[in-house]
């Protein structure tokens, strides 16, 4: 039988919607390191400190998109179990749309994470290979305190799975708290079930964000995250515009990503210039000394002792 779509109809989803944005942003970030690391080529080096933008990237547009898929599917895992003790529409609804990359339908905000990763440190040859350009690139050292510039949150990336399925039950919590607070009318519909299993999916996409699979744990990764909706154009509640979102190419595949302007002083919280191994950059060059000086004058530059090529 073919299912209905999602609808605003008969149910308004605010209630839902304010519930989980206000639950994933006051969610335990962690206790960050002193510094963390963000791994890039000279060009992103250049860019980053001569221009003073971090990219911020589609987080299902990355290297290995399977990351957010492990969230995804972990919590189908719990849908179904679920879903054999009590069938329910929100449940049948929830794992649909789990399965269904873009929703059709445009009636309901949607959001989609936007993040810059960074390592916890830099003295493990898989930080190298994996994202310092095979130990060619460079690693940024930022201090943890006051990198963050808003609307991003620092959170710590989260491998321990008894952790990840608590925090897919409390977000089904969230959703089905908002659904209890609408009019008993509404809340008894079908239609308010659908809505709120679409909720849950877009919801899940987001927290899916902060979860990768344990034998990743080594990664020690951090995430600068925004939650943004997908419509350009959107004004925030204080009253600004979302910048638009920009588009690049890199290895066929299409990746969206937004900017982020670091003002002089987030800027001077790089307290370090780690290059690579294998890089072609000296320590001593006198262009990175002039580029480094102008964006942070206390960072040191030096060179990573681990021998990756």
């Given at each position: 039988?073919?299912?209905?779509?999602?609808?605003?109809?008969?149910?308004?989803?605010?209630?839902?919607?304010?519930?989980?944005?206000?639950?994933?942003?006051?969610?335990?970030?962690?206790?960050?390191?002193?510094?963390?690391?963000?791994?890039?080529?000279?060009?992103?080096?250049?860019?980053?400190?001569?221009?003073?933008?971090?990219?911020?990237?589609?987080?299902?547009?990355?290297?290995?998109?399977s990351e957010v898929l492990y969230g995804l599917r972990l919590a189908k895992e719990i849908l179904r179990r679920r879903r054999r003790k009590e069938p329910r529409v929100f449940l049948e609804t929830a794992?649909?749309?789990?399965?269904?990359?873009?929703?059709?339908?445009?009636?309901?905000?949607?959001f989609a994470p936007f993040v810059v990763s960074f390592c916890g440190r830099l003295d493990k040859s898989v930080h190298w290979l994996h994202y310092g350009q095979a130990g060619r690139g460079v690693a940024?050292?930022?201090?943890?305190?006051?990198?963050?510039?808003p609307p991003f949150r620092l959170v710590r990336v989260e491998y321990a799975r008894r952790v990840q399925e608590s925090l897919i039950a409390g977000l089904m919590e969230q959703v089905q708290a908002g659904l209890a607070a609408a009019p008993a009318g509404v809340r008894d519909s079908r239609s308010a079930y659908q809505n709120a299993g679409f909720l849950f999916s877009m919801f899940m996409r987001l927290l899916a964000a902060q979860f990768k699979d344990r034998c990743f744990s080594e990664?020690?990764?951090?995430?600068?995250?925004?939650?943004?909706?997908?419509?350009?154009?959107?004004?925030?509640?204080?009253?600004?515009?979302?910048?638009r979102m920009r588009y690049r190419a890199v290895e066929g595949r299409v990746i969206p990503y937004e900017e982020i302007a670091l003002?002089?002083?987030?800027?001077?919280?790089?307290?370090?210039?780690?290059?690579?191994y294998s890089s072609a950059l000296n320590i001593d060059d006198h262009g990175l000394g002039m580029l480094v000086r102008n964006a942070s004058p206390e960072a040191a530059i030096s060179r990573s002792d681990v021998p990756v090529r």
């Open positions: 039988m073919k299912s209905s779509p999602v609808s605003t109809t008969a149910a308004s989803p605010d209630e839902s919607i304010t519930r989980c944005i206000a639950w994933l942003g006051h969610l335990p970030p962690g206790s960050p390191p002193q510094q963390i690391y963000h791994f890039t080529d000279a060009v992103g080096l250049a860019g980053l400190l001569g221009e003073g933008v971090l990219r911020a990237s589609l987080v299902t547009s990355l290297n290995d998109c794992l649909r749309y789990l399965d269904t990359p873009f929703v059709p339908r445009r009636a309901l905000r949607e940024i050292g930022f201090d943890s305190a006051s990198i963050v510039p990664e020690e990764e951090w995430r600068l995250i925004h939650y943004r909706p997908l419509k350009d154009g959107v004004v925030s509640k204080a009253g600004r515009r979302l910048p003002t002089p002083r987030q800027l001077r919280t790089v307290r370090s210039v780690v290059i690579g």
